[in-house]
């Protein structure tokens, strides 16, 4: 046996076949090596999929020409087009190859001076009269052309200079040929009744979108022209389907009404009453793709006519989205387990995948959007990603890996004719070789040519899968599709009217917005004419839908340069719904938007949006700032983290994903960071010499009880002590410089929301000095300090600065603030008057006690007060009362017997409704304020933001706020006003 190394071998040419050399012998192709002019064949033959394969049929062939052999092989060595495309069958499909067997002269039709017959009807109708009307005819003449087909397809495998066709143009040409097919069927079924009828084939699936594979059942529908003519239309109908199935392909009726239990033929009437009144969400689905291609013209143009409207109002079913998202799933339930894997059309990744989504986006947006409606898997993406409602990138690749599955699942049915969607198992190395060099894939130096295979397949696969879950179960799409079909198109009159329906008290002002949007013929354009009828109405179900619609507008024209902006929006459905509630809510929250738009990705992320661990947001923040030399660079990055923390937080807390504590814990937190690297920078920005005094900074009031709100002010106190060996004068000098500029950067103008950091709680108020000595502060608070002052201190904790200095001031003023043996009486009394005194003149004019939440009754003022004179009468004596915060020194107060569980309870949800009140307020109004509105869409909105559900009347609130605050006052009447 000759070794294959050598290179008259012809395993150098991929035969491994041990006849190989014996029929290249008969073929005239080797004598001991390669003849004269053989090596263009032999190239040829290991360019194949399967060179044996190839070698093999092509022998039979020579056996089967007889004396045209001659003529064959004088082709295959002069014409380079004939022998690309024959060796490209041969090794590609036995069954082609046993079709040129049995009809050795059908090989002249591959000759480069043979064009392939491009009009299939006129082939097969005329094979069908020549034949006599007999069905072997016409099943040879179909073989002939699909050879022709085939053999376009695959020649540039073998043959480079041959043009490849498309996955496209292939299916186009099967579509073709099988529509031919059904025509010819249906003029011998005529030909055998002898009786004439008006009866139409409507083609669907596959061959209704012209994307048929080379072996699949055709699907079509039949339609009489009238009650009448039915038993001849039902005859005609059954006899073409078995002539089809005889000759051509299997032709399943199972589409039609009722599926196989229903009739064969129905009426056009039949066919409109059925689906008006009984066909399921899955039969407009398959509609989408009904094209008349045989029989009678007018009655096939009517069908469609009448029922296409039908198709492209199906979307607004009821849980359409749901069921046929329901429907995939069964449809995957059903591919065997063990095949799931490898199952090209149903399984994961697979055909179906693509198709389902394709299918679910074209029918909901169709119905305002004409370019969506192509029966076209290929055609209908083209168009989704143009028009904006896929992804370009998305699009594209679904589109690459589409037409890959699609030229493996062509490849596999080649093979054999038969009908077949499963990829070869990994240990099924021949089967992967075969099938990688049929698609075109070859080693690459690293990996064998079905190694090449296995990963393209997986990655195809892959990408589908990601893609199909992220656009079939897209939340955009249940809300689209409950948007009612005739309001995606409207005139400007009927649009106003739907407006006002709708709630919009302004909507020729909201059309303007509309118009604004989506003017011109642009990408953005397209996307918001997709996204807009889903939030106006998402916007309807909110307290300002006119105000929401305007900052939608705000934003978008803010982001118009934004390139994800508004593809999150399309893509994430989730983003789109909690949009509209925010912007529809707060005032706010579109100013910090238009500056922070990174936050809007949050939206979709309940963990990221709602729960990130303020320890985390002040290092990132710190190692931001610390990244700036310049300290007002430094500011300029603090105030950005915080703007984007303080969105985070708003949201959270109106999307009611957060609790009242949580928001306060987490603005003291950004509050805290923000102070605490402004002033890292400001100690770094000196002169470089060593600094003359170490500072820290004690936070005041809410900052430090960390209960600050969106309004709060940063109330603190800056303290220092002497180094290297500076006096205190130089220490306290040092440190207020350094405390101005804080102060002046952080309360700089801007667009952000002010950073004010108020010092007026520090020794002699405004005219102390800004910064005290720790020596100063306790020789002060020794003599002087005023029993105001120790009930200030009682929130002071240490916030920034040195750790160790802000400890021992703490630990310096606790006799101050918590004084052993309590209060004496004088100054129970002192306290008592000064909260009088703040009731009656702090409260602004005009405002209605009763829902002022910081001085009204049962508010903010008389829960602290009261908590801090249990703290000033006790805490010297029981530390465990000592806490900077009024919710857990309530819980104390009680546990140690002060005050009882129910007056602790009734002090805490007034603080609390109090809070969120106060800070819903601010969101709504996008100031700071204390006083809750009482009427109009301002009381709707805070209701909102307060979790109320809308329709709910906003007045429940009110009386809700009045009633526990009521409640809260007399348990504050009772235990601050107590004379003992």
Known sequence: MTDPRSTSSPARFGLTDPRAEEILHAGGWWRGGPVEGAELVLGALSRSP?????????????????????????????????????????????TLGDFLFANPDEWRRLTSDTAPDSDYTGHLLRAVEEGAGEVRHLRRAYRGLLLDIAAADLGHLVQPEIAELGYEQVAERLSDLAVAALRASLALA???????????????????????NYVSDVDVVFVADNDDDMPTATRLASTMMRIAGEACFEVDAALRPEGKAGALVRTLDGHISYYKRWARTWEFQALLKARPVAGDEEVGRQYVEALAPMVWTAAGRENFVVDVQAMRRRV???VPKGLAERELKLGRG?????????????????????????????????????????????????????????????????????????????????GLRWLARAAGLYPDGRRAAADVLLAEFRRHGNRVRRLHEKLFYRPLLEAVARVPTEAMRLTTRE??????????????????????????????????????????????????????????????????????????????GAVVERLAVVLSTSKLVPDLLVRAPEVLRLLSDTASLAHRNPAEVAVSLRSAVGRHADLTQAVAAARSLRRHELLRVACADLLGLIKVEEVCAALSGVWLAVLQSALDVALR??????????????????????????????????????????????AVQYTSGIAEAVRRLLAAPSQDPPLQ?????????????????????????????????????????????????GRRFCEMVDPVRYPAGGLKPAMVREVRRIKARVDAERLPRGADPTTHTKLGRGGLADIEWTIQLLQLQHAGDRPELRTTSTIDGLALAAGLGFISEADAEALTAAWLMATRARNAVTLVRGKPTDQVPTSG?????????????QGTDPGEFLDDYRRTTRRARSVVERIFYDPQ
């Open 50 to 94: 399967d060179p044996d394969l190839a070698l093999q049929s092509l022998d039979r062939l020579r056996e089967a020409a007889g004396d045209q052999w001659p003529a064959l092989a004088e082709a295959l060595s002069t014409d380079g087009g004939f022998r690309g495309r024959l060796v490209a069958v041969l090794g590609s499909s036995t």
């Open 190 to 212: 005529a030909r055998q009744l002898g009786k004439p009828s008006k009866l139409a084939v409507i083609a669907m699936g596959k061959c209704g979108g012209r994307e048929l």
């Open 332 to 334: 995957e339930e059903h």
């Open 350 to 430: 697979g055909l179906r995948d693509v198709e389902f989504a394709v299918q679910l986006l074209q029918l909901v947006h169709g119905r305002s959007d004409d370019a969506l409606r192509s029966p076209t898997t290929m055609a209908a993406l083209a168009a989704l990603g143009s028009g904006g409602y896929v992804g370009r990138a998305d699009a594209a690749g679904l589109a690459e890996s589409y037409r890959f599955l699609r030229t493996l699942e062509h490849r596999l049915q080649l093979q054999r004719l038969r009908r077949t969607h499963t990829f070869p198992a990994d240990e099924d190395r021949a």
């Open 495 to 572: 649009a106003t009217a739907r407006l006002a329906a709708l709630g919009y008290t302004a909507p020729d002002g909201a059309l303007k917005h509309i118009e604004a949007l989506t003017s011109g013929v642009s990408r953005r354009a397209a996307i918001q004419m997709t996204l807009l009828p889903v939030l106006l109405d998402l916007l309807a179900n909110t307290p300002d839908p006119d105000g929401g619609l305007l900052a939608y507008r705000r934003v978008s024209e803010a982001l118009a340069d934004t390139p994800w902006y508004l593809r999150l929006l399309r893509d994430e």
């Open 685 to 730: 920005s000196s002169d470089g010499t060593e600094p003359p005094a170490t500072i820290a900074v004690i936070g005041m009031g809410r900052l430090g009880g960390r209960e600050l709100g969106y309004g709060s002010d940063a109330d603190v106190l800056f303290v220092c002590e002497p180094r290297n060996g500076a006096t205190d004068a130089e």
């Open 757 to 805: 950091v108020d010092a007026d709680l520090r020794p002699e108020g405004r005219n102390g000095p800004l910064a005290r000595t720790l020596d100063s502060y306790r020789a002060y608070y020794a003599q002087w300090s005023e029993v105001w002052e120790a009930q200030a201190l009682l929130r002071a904790s240490a916030v920034a600065g040195d750790e160790d200095l």
């Open 937 to 949: 869409r301002e009381l709707a909105s805070v209701a909102a933001a307060l979790g109320y559900p």
